[in-house]
């Protein structure tokens, strides 16, 4: 059981070019997640999804796109990278975190990115 | 929205007991308190997390408070794998599925 499984896990990019963060999980989690993570802060949300063909904004969704097609992929889209993007990008899912039916965000290892 | 306080660090000695304050003032009835910690170069990990009453599992221990405005995280015996940030998460009963995290407490675990 892999769990959530992030690529790549380092990723360098000059300012302007696009790349694919990619996200996989193999629980059948309905809910799946963006986070990014810089220096000294906590995480912050960037995109989320509740299911196939199902997504929203977080906190901080500006520069970024997702699209959830399948129930285990969530990939996450830079179209024109910016120096302000370098963090560390943490994918989640769970089967829900809502009420009495919230289950644990399982997070995968994460992504640092740097953009110059 | 208002999120959840806590201090920013915390040191404790191994094998000795470790209580992780919390508080989360502006909480709702249906608000689920959860707890996380991540280790170096890792991402979060699942702590525990409790609706009312007091919670156990294999990892720690959740206290609630009566009025629910704060919780503490209990690991029972700290060793140096506990060394971590802990996040306490305010999470939602109803249809907000934005899990905030804050800056978490730095714990340090002393030999």
């Known amino acids: 059981n892999a769990g959530v499984t992030q690529t790549p896990k380092f990723q360098v990019l000059k300012t302007g070019q696009s790349m694919t963060l990619q996200c996989a999980q193999d629980?059948?989690?309905?809910?799946m997640s963006w986070y990014r993570q810089d220096p000294g802060m906590g995480l912050r949300l960037i995109h989320y999804?509740?299911?196939?063909?199902?997504?929203d904004q977080g906190e901080v969704p500006n520069g970024y796109n997702v699209s959830r097609s399948t129930t285990e992929d969530f990939p996450l889209r830079l179209l024109s990278a910016a120096p302000s993007q370098t963090s560390v990008y943490f994918c989640?899912?769970?089967?829900?975190?809502?009420?009495?039916?919230?289950?644990?965000?399982?997070f995968g290892n994460g992504t640092r990115l740097t953009v110059t | 929205d208002a999120k959840t306080t806590q201090p920013n660090s915390m040191e404790s000695n191994e094998e000795e007991p470790v209580h992780l304050p919390c508080n989360h003032s502006?909480?709702?009835?249906?608000?689920?308190i959860h707890w996380y910690r991540q280790l170096p170069s890792q991402g979060p990990e699942y702590v525990i997390h409790?609706?009312?009453s007091n919670v156990n599992n294999r990892m720690a221990s959740l206290a609630i408070a009566e009025d629910r405005k704060s919780s503490t995280l209990i690991l029972h015996r700290a060793t140096l794998r506990d060394a971590a940030v802990y996040y306490c998460?305010?999470?939602?009963?109803?249809?907000?599925?934005?899990?905030?995290f804050g800056k978490g407490t730095l714990l340090t675990v002393n030999p």
């Open positions: 998460i305010k999470g939602s009963g109803g249809s907000n599925y934005k899990l905030t």
């Open positions: 989640a899912s769970s089967y829900s975190i809502i009420g009495t039916a919230s289950k644990p965000l399982h």
């Open positions: 502006t909480i709702s009835g249906t608000d689920y």
């Open positions: 629980m059948n989690h309905e809910y």
């Open positions: 409790g609706l009312t």
């Open positions: 999804s509740v299911g196939a063909g199902i997504t």
